[in-house]
């Protein structure tokens, strides 16, 4: 496993979540979000990044204005057809 390891302002600290453990946390929630969102992760590698569940990684997502599934409109009826 990787590390990887960055200083951040006490300020940034306390608005993310008040203590390092905390912020920490945050911090790699918002990474493991963003890049699932730009398609960089999977959503399971995104949870295992996140250090959660993948279920409970996939409920975050809308506290982030991520949506879970990224369907165009085509996708979406070709899916439904076939439901």
């Not at 999977?42 to 990044?49: E, R, T």
């Not at 506290?63 to 076939?82: F, I, K, Q, T």
């Amino acid at each position: 496993m990787s590390r990887v390891a960055f200083d951040i302002p006490a300020e940034i600290a306390f608005q993310l979540g008040a203590d390092d453990r905390q912020a920490g946390i945050a911090l790699r929630m918002m990474a493991a979000v963003k890049l699932f969102e730009l398609g960089r992760l999977s959503a399971g590698a995104a949870a295992a990044l996140a250090g959660v569940p993948q279920p409970l990684f996939l409920a975050r997502l809308a506290d982030y204005g991520v949506a879970a599934l990224d369907l165009s409109a085509d996708e979406l009826a070709h899916d439904l057809a076939n439901a």
